[in-house]
Structures are given as C-alpha cells and as structure tokens.
C-alpha cells in the first residue's frame, strides 16, 4: 500500500458503501420491490382473487425470497470470513461476490409486468443480494484497521452517510428519467430516455442495469485506494476455515459480552431489514402509492439517513455506541407500532374520512425514522462489533457479526409471510418486527458498553 495515504484509504472504503447503497435503495426498497410487488399483485388478481387477498399473496411471495437469501446468506456468511481469514486475503472473495451483485442486478431488467417471470427474477434478485451481503462481510472487516477505537465509530458513520448520498443521487436519477408514472411520464415530464418504452415499464425495468452499472463504475476508488490488508496465512482450505470458524463459536462461551452482542443484534437487525424490504411493498399494497411517490417517500428516507448517520456517528464518538443503539432501536419500535395501527381508512383505531392525506403524512414521517434511525443503527452496531474483534482474524469476527445479522434473516420475512397469510393482511403481516426488536433491546442488558476485544487472548487459549 506504499503511496496510498490513511486518508484515501478512508475515501476508497467510504465509496464501497456508495456504489452498494443503490442495491439496497433503489432494488429492495423503493423501485423493485414495490415494482415486483404490485406486478406479482396484478398477476393474482387476474387469477381470480381479490384485492386484499392478491396483496397478501404478493407480500408472501416477496417474504418467501427474502427468506431463502437470508438462510443462505446467514450460514454461509461465516464461513466465507473464515476462508478469507485462513489465506490471508480478502480481495478475491469482494471481486467474486461484486460478479454476482452485477449479474444478479442486470438480469432484473426481465421483470415484464405480465408477471410471466416473478419466479426466475427473484431467484436473479437473491443472486444479487447475496453476493452485495457477502462481500459487505470482507469490507467490514476492513474497519479495524482505518482508525484506533476512538474513531472507528465516526468513521463508520460517515461511510454510512456517504453511502446514503449515493443511494439519494441514484434515485433521484431513476425518478427524473426513467421511472414511469401512469400516465407514462418521469418525474419532471419527459418519457423514459433511451427510447425505452414506457408501456412495458422499461423505464422501471432499468433500474437492475442501471444499479449495475452504478456499482462498476464507483468501485474503482475503492480499488485503487483500499489494498488488501494481508495477513498471514492461518491454514487452507475448507476444512482448515470450519475449524476455524467453529473454534470462534466455541470460545463464545467464555465471552458474555459478545455472545449477548451477536444475539442481540441477530434480532434488532433482522426487523431493522424487515422494515427496509417491506416499507415499499407496503406503501404500494396498503396505501396503494404509485411508484414515483415511492421513490420520492425514498429519497427523503435516504437524506435523513445519511443526515442521522453522520450525526449518529458524532454521538457515537461522544458517548461510545451502546446507548446510540438502544435510542435507535425505540424509535423504530413506535415507527413500527404506527405503521400497524394505520392504512386508508384509520389510524390508531380513529376513522378518518375518505381520501384522507394523513396516513401519506404519517408513513412520509415514518419514511424518515426508518432511514435515519435505521442508519444510526447500523453505523454504531458496526462500530461496537469494532470493540468485541480479534485483531488477528478481523474477517471472521465480522463472519460471526455476519452469522448475527442474517442467521435469523429468514425470520422477518418469514413471520410477516406467515402472519400476512394467516391474517389475509399486508398491513398485520408487519407486526412481528415489533417483538424481533424488543428481543434485541432486552439482550442489550449483557452487553459491556466498552466491549471485551482484550478477552480474545484468553479465549483463543
């Protein structure tokens, strides 16, 4: 890494979660997803159910694809950390899991509205995903090594932040020139450009090209200024990474923080995730907004969450990032209390008249918290992981901060499917998330604000 100064290597991290922030904005929240939802919708209803029952099944369907990348992702994400730990390196895995979020985004443009293939496009969407959460793990274990533990918070925030100004410009992009309205204009006039045909939604369609093409290019800083921070070699092969890995998970025994850690955040962030791949489909599926309102519900989403990531990341280096976490987290228990206690008709159980703008007011504000909230959340669970770490082996920490993230990620989708079916409501299916954060925050009770990183070195004994 001779020539590349702390600072670019800084900048060239920080554009990592500018080029994958589009994935998570533009695909699983604000423009494919509700896209996919209201499509899968439309090919129910002409099957022959009704509205609300075509709604419910359309949200099933989507929980069901989150489910299965989520199990995929959770039990394969540790396992990838220790590989990348036992040869030493990292780029390699962050190169090939970048192919499968390129090819998985590509191939979203056969997304046609007839619905003709929701089914090999969300296996391409899971393609996508995984390889964006994969390789999240190697760029995360980069952390430790920009900043001591002071600053290992604010710059977690600010790579935060700067991420969500990528995903701000990106959909502010899709709006202006491709995303159709009804009657088949963007957001400011104008048809799809490129010639795209808005009557088949092309200009909707664009959006897995275009999330592609955004990654490529904003990668390069990161490559060039981001070296592979080698270590040496501890092993090879699987069998060598399992065993690894497995010693990692045993010695959690002697570790409370950190064994409270991963449990707790294994809950508050599965319903944090269940709230970004659900907030779209329900503002499609229950208050029934077109798209360009949904991008837009999304943009002031992403400014308050690049907004509170930076500010979360200063409170973070005030106050360390336990009591950042706990704040976050009941914020978006009332954020998701509402959202169950609303749609068109009423709103905490109070009717409201016909065409009413409150539940679009209320859900905006929503919008906010969950982005902002939710972006202080991740920047300072990032942050305490810092402090619960093996400096030898940073990539399979992260694996098991990984394994906590996304072993349960089946759970969210899953309980909002089950519930979504059993209650024949899109709008009830949301309410697990409420308990998956209160688990979470109740876990928080046995974990050191501090940490216990210097605990590694008995464990590892």
């Not at 929240?29 to 029952?53: H, R």
């Not at 694809?65 to 199990?71: E, K, M, N, R, S």
């Not at 979203?108 to 969300?122: A, I």
């Amino acid at each position: 890494m001779a020539g590349i100064s702390q600072r670019k290597r800084i900048w060239g991290w920080y554009f990592f979660d500018w080029a994958t922030q589009p994935f998570h904005t533009l695909l699983l929240t604000f423009v494919f997803g509700p896209y996919f939802a209201g499509v899968a919708a439309e090919y129910f209803m002409t099957s022959g159910l009704n509205e609300q029952a075509a709604d419910a099944r359309a949200q099933s369907i989507w929980s069901l694809c989150l489910t299965v990348t989520g199990l995929i992702i959770g039990f394969g994400a540790p396992i990838m950390g220790a590989l990348a730990d036992t040869a030493g390196r990292r780029m390699p895995w962050i190169f090939g899991f970048s192919g499968m979020y390129v090819i998985g985004a590509c191939a979203l443009w056969w997304t046609f509205p007839d619905g003709s293939t929701m089914w090999p496009m969300l296996i391409a969407f899971g393609i996508g995903f995984i390889g964006a959460e994969y390789a999240l793990v190697f760029v995360n274990a980069q952390l430790p090594s920009l900043g001591n533990q002071a600053e290992v918070g604010e710059i977690s925030g600010s790579g935060f932040a700067f991420g969500y100004v990528g995903g701000i410009l990106s959909l502010i992009v899709m709006l202006l020139f491709f995303v159709e309205q009804p009657n088949g204009r963007t957001l400011i006039g104008l048809s799809p450009v490129l010639g795209l045909d808005a009557g088949q939604n092309e200009g909707t369609r664009f959006v897995g090209p275009f999330t592609a093409l955004w990654f490529a290019v904003f990668m390069l800083p990161y490559l060039l200024w981001t070296r592979d921070t080698r270590t040496a070699p501890r092993g090879k092969g699987i069998g060598d990474a399992l065993g690894l890995l497995f010693k990692s998970i045993k010695n959690l025994r002697h570790r409370l923080s950190l064994s409270a850690y991963l449990g707790s955040s294994m809950f508050y962030r599965d319903a944090l995730n269940g709230l970004y791949g659900f907030g779209g489909t329900y503002a499609r599926l229950v208050l029934n907004w077109e798209l360009v309102s949904i991008g837009v519900f999304g943009i002031i989403a992403a400014i308050s969450a690049a907004a509170f990531s930076w500010i979360g990341g200063q409170a973070d280096k005030r106050f360390g990032p336990r009591p950042v976490i706990i704040v976050s987290i009941w914020v978006l228990i009332l954020v998701c209390l509402t959202i169950v206690s609303m749609d068109r008709q009423q709103i905490f159980g109070i009717p409201l008249p016909e065409g009413s703008g409150v539940p679009d007011a209320v859900f905006f504000v929503c919008g906010a918290l969950i982005g902002g909230m939710g972006g202080v959340l991740q920047a300072a669970s990032r942050s305490l992981m810092v402090r619960h770490t093996d400096p030898k082996a940073p990539t399979e920490s992260f694996g098991l901060y990984g394994l906590s993230g996304r072993a349960t990620a089946f759970m969210a989708p899953a309980l909002i499917g089950a519930i979504t079916a059993l209650s024949g409501s899109a709008r009830i299916g949301v309410s697990p998330l409420i308990a998956l954060f209160l688990i979470g925050l109740f876990l928080l009770r046995w974990v050191r604000a501090e940490g216990d990183s210097e605990t590694w070195t008995v464990s590892s004994r």
